[in-house]
């Protein structure tokens, strides 16, 4: 009689090895039936950027600090507040001053429907250690949002 490769000394067939199942959730949640807090946070912020008064004032900071020129809100904006851009970006008042280059960043933009299709806006800007501030109004019409006024708090 011969034995075979699979049979151990015994005789018996040795037990096939089944491979582990992964686990059924990752291993870092905690609670399998909410998203992570990080996830919730990002959520959050997506849907943040996608409101007119955050989008305008972060395409503005853009603009008012140099990192992008003045045409890039040509369609968005009226030709008085057009022109308004165009005097004012040369100067890049957003643009922090003295020794700290930290890239400018929008903390907080936030607007008031005051009739159907028109909002006013504001917007805190960070600017290296100071806050500054933005104010500007925005008004639907052709399919888009477009900026129909703009002040800017001018310290030196």
Do not use: K
Not at 28 to 57: G, K, N, V
Request: proline share 10%.
């Amino acid at each position: 009689m011969t034995t075979s490769v699979s049979e151990s000394a015994s005789g018996r067939q040795p037990r096939r090895r089944t491979p582990r199942s992964a686990p059924s959730r990752p291993p870092t949640r905690r609670d399998s039936r909410r998203p992570a807090e990080s996830a919730l946070r990002a959520a959050a912020h997506r849907a943040r950027e996608r409101q007119p008064p955050y989008w305008f004032a972060r395409r503005l900071l853009l603009v008012l600090s140099g990192q992008c020129p003045v045409h890039t809100l040509l369609g968005y904006a009226t030709d008085e507040t057009y022109e308004r851009l165009g005097a004012l970006a040369p100067s890049a008042p957003l643009r922090p001053r003295g020794t700290d280059r930290t890239a400018p960043a929008v903390l907080e933009a936030r607007g008031t429907q005051i009739r159907p299709g028109v909002i006013e806006a504001f917007a805190r800007i960070a600017t290296g250690h100071r806050q500054r501030a933005m104010a500007f109004r925005l008004e639907h019409g052709h399919n888009r949002w477009r900026c129909t006024a703009l002040e800017l708090d001018l310290a030196p």
